[in-house]
């Protein structure tokens, strides 16, 4: 099985910056998407941002313009570069990996980020 290990979240104030990384135990050639998702209390778990294994990005509009996600899908490594964080960002991000088809190969263990006004 692949194990994802998420860094980079903790506590900043409205307007700061954070960088999520995310790194795989072992990298299957199978890995089309890795990408963020977040998770707020009390609320359903939300794709943040993808990156396809052709470098494509996507995001949620909600972050569009102040999250950006890089890394390379083939070495199964990821990051979140999150800036003008707001309250609403508050939330644990979690880590994933798609295989073919959009099935989920592995979650992360997820990362607290928290957004004080």
């Known amino acids: 099985q692949v194990q994802l290990e998420e860094s980079g979240g903790g506590s900043v104030q409205a307007g700061g910056s954070l960088r999520l990384s995310c790194v795989a135990s072992?990298?299957?050639?199978?890995?089309?998407?890795m990408g963020w998702y977040r998770q707020a209390p009390g609320k359903q778990r939300e794709m943040v941002a993808l990156?396809?294994?052709?470098?494509?990005?996507n995001y949620a509009p909600s972050v569009n313009n102040r999250f950006t996600i890089s890394g390379d899908v083939a070495k199964t490594t990821a990051y979140l570069q999150m800036n003008s964080l707001q309250p609403e960002d508050t939330a644990v991000y979690y880590c994933?990996?798609?295989?073919?088809?959009?099935?989920?190969?592995?979650w992360g263990q997820g990362t607290q980020v928290t957004v004080s006004s």
């Open positions: 990156l396809t294994d052709e470098g494509i990005a």
């Open positions: 072992r990298s299957p050639v199978s890995i089309r998407v």
């Open positions: 994933n990996i798609k295989g073919y088809y959009g099935t989920t190969v592995a």
